[in-house]
Structure formats: structure tokens, C-alpha cells
């Protein structure tokens, strides 16, 4: 069971390739137009009259609330995770998120969950695909235009190529291309605007931001070389083990490195335009995109949850279509898991990103589901160079893990049981 060593399968691998990093310092060294750039990007995108190319999710976002100009507290009613810079934008634009719990199954809240949710006050709707599993919007859709409200799909986990570029019925739909992300640019997003008045004024807004500097951006291409280093497998042990020995926290730290806007001045730096050179990077991944590496991934995801979904639970596992971006299931003692996959080579973590929304005081309820899933949730280290024969080694340490609870939790009821018959 053991492998050689301390080779280690790290937590996550980022989807780009040290080619793609290579045309990125290529082209922070001789940017393209930037106008250009951007209508080259816009277009391969269906009907570039609605696209707008943005730094990230979080400055299109912003952008599109702020051209909303939704009346102050109006009530934005969410799927319950999400990261929480999204909710900090929502307030930041005066308006009031309201968490609307999921169905752990799906990973999204139910219709009636939804319909439950809407008051007098609320606006929009903001869904998130997670994981990867795209949840059905037509129905969400139905229940937004008979309430009157908006319907914005939060796409940044569920980039799947050409094979989804937003529903067209939906009044935004937002992809990013962050350094986590699928098929990364290490940055960008791309927004589906439904309206093109709508459209024309985030443009506008957009047009007035300064723009991201090409240095900070070579910056991040360097940055990525560097985690895409330690991500490998005869290096990612000892740099775990490193921390461990002068205790820095591993997580942290590599959360840290890979997120691209810093707490402080935050709205500063959500607020600028993409660089030429990004534009003209997440172009070259678009067009590079291969479909058929990920049909294997997803097909090695389903065969995956196949092996597991008997004995442990795999939120969103059964929802298709679902790229598989990441691996999650829910367990009992998540620790004890995360040490068992260790052992074996297998740097699984509880991830640290995604937050359960508060409700505001006095309005709406806790999303009792999401917060009870997201502190059993272990993200399984899964992505395209996992060979299938280590994905099946690490299903079998997480059933032997899982089955050896259930003979202790039986063995116990067992002794409960016995001593409370001898009395
Ligand atoms: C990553 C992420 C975002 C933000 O995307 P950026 O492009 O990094 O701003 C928004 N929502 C969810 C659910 C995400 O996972």
C-alpha cells in the first residue's frame, strides 16, 4: 500500500502547462494591442455582442452590480457556498445576500428552497454551479421570471470549453479563469451579458478602470511555475513534510500563493482592466482547448464515484454534466481521513476557500445543510495526471478507512449493548 518514499499526489494540480507559461512571458515581453486583444478574445466566445473579457470574476461581478443600480437593500438571494469575496461585493454595492440552502445531493439549492427564499425585496438570483456538476437552470429560470427577478449563473467552477458558454436565457453568466480554475490563464473571466444596454454600461465603467500591469502579471506566471514545481510528485512530499518540520501551515500557504487579490485594497485591485498580455494568454488557452483530456477526466471521475458513492457520500457526483474541476466527498472525522491518505501518498485537504453565507440578522435562515456538509467535506486530490490505477489505489484506502469505522462504530454499539444487557 505504501508508495516509495515520500512521493506524494499533492491536493491539486494547475491546469496549464509550462508551454502556455511560456507564451505568457512571451507575451508580457511584447504585449499585443490591447483593444485588439480583447475583440480577438470577446469573439471566440458565441455572440461577442454580449461578452465582456474582465480581470476576474469578482471585477465583472462588481461591474455588473454596479450598472444594476439596484435600490439599497434589495436582497440578492444566493446559493448558500460560494467564496466569500462574492458576498463582500454584494454588500459593498448596498444589497443584502441571503443564503438559500443546498440539496447536498445536488449541490444546489431545490426550486422549493428558491421559491422559499423570494420577499417583496429580492432582486436576483445568484447560482452557483460547484464543483464542476451544472445544475439545471431552466427551472430556476421559470420560478426568476415569474417573480420578476434577475437570474445570474455563477459558471467559475464549471468552465467545461465550448460544450457550455452560458445559458442564453440567464441575465449574466460569469466564467473565470483564476489560478485554481479550469484551463487557466491565471486570471481572467469572461461574462455572458444577456442585455447589450447592460452590457454597454459595465463596458463603460470598465473603460474608466486602469489597467493591470504586465509586470505584476509575469509576476503571477512566475509564481505558478513555482507551485507547478512543488506539485510534483517526488517534490510535493518533502516540501509537505518541510513545513511540518519548521510548522508553517502548508494550507495556508498554498492558498495564499494562489489567490490573486490580496484583503486590503481589495476593491482597488478587483477594479482594473485585464492586461494585453493576459487577454492575449487566456486567448491561446481557449483555442488550445482540449476536449478530449477532459472527456477522459470526466470519464475517470464517474468511474471513481462509482467505486466510492456505495459507502461514502459524493456531493454533486451524480449530476451531469459535471467536469469533475475538483473531487469532494463528505466524511465523518475528516482529519482522520486526510491522515489515512497521507499515509499512502495521497495529499487530500479540507479546503479552505468556500464559506456558508450568513443571513443578515433578522432575515432568512441558517443553510443548516450546507454548514453541516461543508465540515465533513475532503477534497481528494483528482485532475487529469492522476493515472487511473493510483485513482483506484486511493479509492480503496478511503473504503478500507471507511469500512474500518463502521466495524468500530458496530463494535461499540455492540458493547453498549451487551454491557447494558448484563445489568
Ligand atoms: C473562483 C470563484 C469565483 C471568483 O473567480 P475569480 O475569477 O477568481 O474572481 C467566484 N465564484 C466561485 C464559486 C468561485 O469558485
Known amino acids: 500500500m505504501r508508495p516509495e518514499g515520500c512521493a506524494m ?193 459595465m463596458q463603460t465603467a470598465q473603460a474608466a478602470y486602469p489597467v493591470q500591469g504586465r509586470w505584476p502579471y509575469l509576476q503571477r506566471l512566475a509564481k505558478c511555475a513555482v507551485l507547478k514545481g512543488l506539485a510534483c510528485r517526488p517534490i510535493c512530499g518533502l516540501f509537505i513534510r518541510a513545513c511540518q518540520a519548521i510548522g508553517c501551515d502548508y494550507d495556508r500557504l498554498v492558498n495564499h500563493a494562489a489567490r490573486g487579490f490580496s484583503a486590503a485594497d481589495f476593491f482597488v485591485q478587483i477594479r482594473r482592466q485585464p492586461s494585453a498580455s493576459l487577454l492575449a494568454v487566456l486567448a491561446h488557452r481557449l483555442q488550445g482547448y482540449d476536449s478530449r483530456r477532459l472527456e477522459r477526466h470526466v ?39 486526510i491522515e489515512h491518505l497521507a499515509r499512502a501518498g495521497f495529499d487530500a485537504t479540507q479546503g479552505h476557500s468556500l464559506c456558508v453565507v450568513r443571513p443578515p440578522a433578522g432575515l432568512g435562515q ?10 465533513k467535506l475532503v477534497f481528494l486530490p483528482f485532475y487529469p495526471e492522476l493515472p487511473v490505477r493510483e485513482s483506484l489505489r486511493m479509492a480503496d484506502v478511503i473504503l478500507e478507512a471507511a469500512g474500518e469505522r463502521k466495524r468500530e462504530n458496530r463494535e461499540k454499539r455492540g458493547q453498549n449493548y451487551s454491557s447494558g444487557e448484563s445489568f
Open 299 to 337: 470519464a475517470n471521475g464517474r468511474a471513481l464515484a462509482a467505486l466510492l458513492q456505495e459507502t461514502v457520500s459524493c456531493p454533486g457526483a451524480a449530476v451531469a454534466p459535471h467536469t469533475y474541476w475538483v473531487f469532494p466527498i463528505l466524511i465523518d472525522e475528516p482529519r482522520r481521513l
Open 9 to 201: 499526489w499533492s491536493r491539486k494540480r494547475l491546469d496549464i502547462g509550462w508551454s502556455d507559461l511560456l507564451f505568457g512571458v512571451s507575451r508580457v515581453c511584447f504585449p499585443p494591442h490591447r483593444k485588439t486583444a480583447a475583440a480577438h478574445l470577446e469573439r471566440l466566445w458565441p455572440a461577442d455582442e454580449h461578452t465582456l473579457a474582465c480581470l476576474s470574476v469578482r471585477s465583472g461581478f462588481d461591474l455588473l452590480l454596479g450598472a444594476l443600480e439596484l435600490p439599497h437593500g434589495s436582497e440578492v438571494l444566493v446559493s448558500a457556498i460560494t467564496i466569500p469575496d462574492m458576498i463582500r461585493i454584494i454588500e459593498q454595492h448596498g444589497l443584502v445576500p441571503v443564503p438559500v440552502d443546498l440539496d447536498p445531493q445536488r449541490m444546489t439549492p431545490t426550486l422549493d428552497q428558491w421559491w422559499q427564499a423570494i420577499t417583496p425585496a429580492s432582486r436576483l438570483i445568484l447560482a452557483a454551479h460547484l464543483f464542476g456538476a451544472r445544475t439545471e437552470m431552466e427551472p430556476v429560470l421559470d420560478l426568476a421570471r415569474r417573480h420578476g427577478l434577475m437570474v445570474v449563473e455563477d459558471c467559475a467552477q464549471a468552465f467545461a470549453g465550448a460544450g457550455y458558454q452560458g445559458h442564453l436565457q440567464a441575465d449574466a453568466s460569469m466564467f473565470s479563469f483564476g489560478t485554481i480554475k479550469a484551463s487557466t490563464a491565471l486570471g481572467g473571466a469572461i461574462l455572458r451579458i444577456g442585455d447589450r444596454r447592460l452590457l454597454a454600461r
Open 366 to 375: 441558517r443553510a443548516i445543510a450546507a454548514e453541516r456538509m461543508l465540515a
